[in-house]
């Protein structure tokens, strides 16, 4: 979360854990995919989430028509206002997904301008409309949040909210021992283990479950399901091994992290402070690797992330005390946050396609634009086509190893889809109905040929 700055996450998730395992040899998969949460509120010191429980409650996105109306919201006749997750996904409405809720509210603001503010990009989420006793009842938690945070009594004035950085779906690479059934086999010592022997990733840490993008409530699935089901394994794995203290590479692994400390606290007085470096990190990450990503963009910000991490190597402690010194810690923390934001986004920038989370317009499918029967159905069959050679290329887990030159050297593995296999997601594309009805009976076919052979 801190990669960015700002994010709905704890101020204690700096990555440093992963990353140095990272470098340690680990592989870490996926870096690329990270989601964006399209309800969150805007804060100077962190983005605080608005559960996505207020819009599956019937809670209503929206924007005055007229750019920055400076009436109150409730003032504004509701023909003057722009519902336009409803008008745009009329089948789904404000339930769409996050990742769709994301770039539309993204793209409401910056694309159309319609911000409800000038200088701070929100829309309204409004649950005015819903009896104050049945938010209190379903929603009272969050509400007082808002309440508290903002000001502003959420039951009576639209809450104003803006997408924010999330959850990593990447992490360190995991392995798994597959049963007969497809599922895993319970006790394996290979279930959830890095590619580092005896070292475990269980939960946001790793990246097994969650693809390109999580869906909502299943984070916490995950990781609970992780560390029931596969700690007999952990355990299986180190029964009759020597504990790891006694060895002498961990010895000398403390050793290199003790100096490693003491060098930091050492360095001479230099010009920059690590605080002002982890800003500009954060804003660099936040402006191109967010909501929707294009190369040149990519480009730059890798060099960019690399200049910064060079600056860091000689910023200057204002703390160099020995006792409760955070200004080390942070330090360390902001070290930790370069490899992994390289890794970020060397994949993104590689990954010329959109899929879930990573979104770049350059490579986005557009729907059908013929408008004749036949010429439609021909259409839908080469955007078939087209997805086809995607899925090929592209479902793939990227896998990031750390080079020797501080660089990431990044290669693909394929995925396991026997249980369930890939199929267009048409959220709202003009022409879905025919791209679906093309891809039913190709399905159908493959399905058929295979029952004959
Ligand atoms: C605001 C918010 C709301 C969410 N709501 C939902 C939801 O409704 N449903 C859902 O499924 N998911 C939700 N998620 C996601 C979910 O909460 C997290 O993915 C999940 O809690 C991660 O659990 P974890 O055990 O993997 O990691 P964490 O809960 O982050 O635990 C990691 C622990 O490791 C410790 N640690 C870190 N570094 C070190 C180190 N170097 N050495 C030792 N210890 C260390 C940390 O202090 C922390 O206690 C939400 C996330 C946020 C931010």
Known sequence: GLLYGRSTMSMICTGSAVSRAYKAGGKYANAEFIQ?????????????????????????????????????PKDIPVDERYYFLEERY???????????ATREIFDICTTD?????????????????????????????????????????????????????????????VDYEKSETGGLVEGSP????????????????????????????NSLLSCIFSGLFCASGVISGSKGKAPLETSREFVAAVKRQEDYHQSILSRPAGESNPYDIHQQLGNIMTRTATVVRRNDQLVQAYDDVCQLENVWQNCS???????????????????DMFPIAKLLLKGALLRDECRGAHYKPDFAMPGIAATEPEEQRAEAE??????????????????????????????????????????PRLYGLVGGEVIEQVWKERTEKVTEAASVG
């Open 190 to 217: 290979r279930n959830q283990q890095t590619n580092i022997h005896g070292l475990y990733a269980i939960g946001e840490c790793d990246y097994q479950y969650h693809g390109a993008n999580r869906l909502g409530a």
């Open 382 to 423: 080469r955007w078939c086509d087209r997805f086809e050679a995607n899925t090929r290329k592209w479902l793939k887990s990227t896998i990031g190893v750390h080079g020797d030159d501080g660089h990431p050297v990044i290669t693909y593995e394929d995925v396991d889809t026997t249980l369930i296999p890939p199929r």
């Open 317 to 335: 402690l204002s703390d160099t005390g020995n006792w409760t010194n955070q200004n080390v810690v942070f330090t360390k923390a902001v070290g």
């Open 90 to 100: 009329p089948e789904y409405g404000n339930l769409v997904p996050r990742d769709i």
């Open 36 to 72: 964006v949460h399209p309800t969150a509120v805007p804060g100077a010191d962190k983005l605080r989430l608005m559960s996505e429980s207020a819009r599956g409650e019937g809670g209503r996105v929206w924007v005055p028509r007229k750019p920055q109306d400076a009436r109150d």
């Open 113 to 173: 301008g319609l911000s409800v503010e000038k200088d701070r990009l929100c829309v309204y989420l409004d649950l005015t409309h819903i009896p104050r006793e049945t938010l209190d009842r379903k929603l009272g938690g969050i509400l007082e949040i808002y309440e508290k945070f903002q000001g502003v009594d959420p039951r009576v004035a639209p809450m104003k909210i803006f997408p924010a950085v999330h959850y990593s779906m990447g992490g360190l690479w």
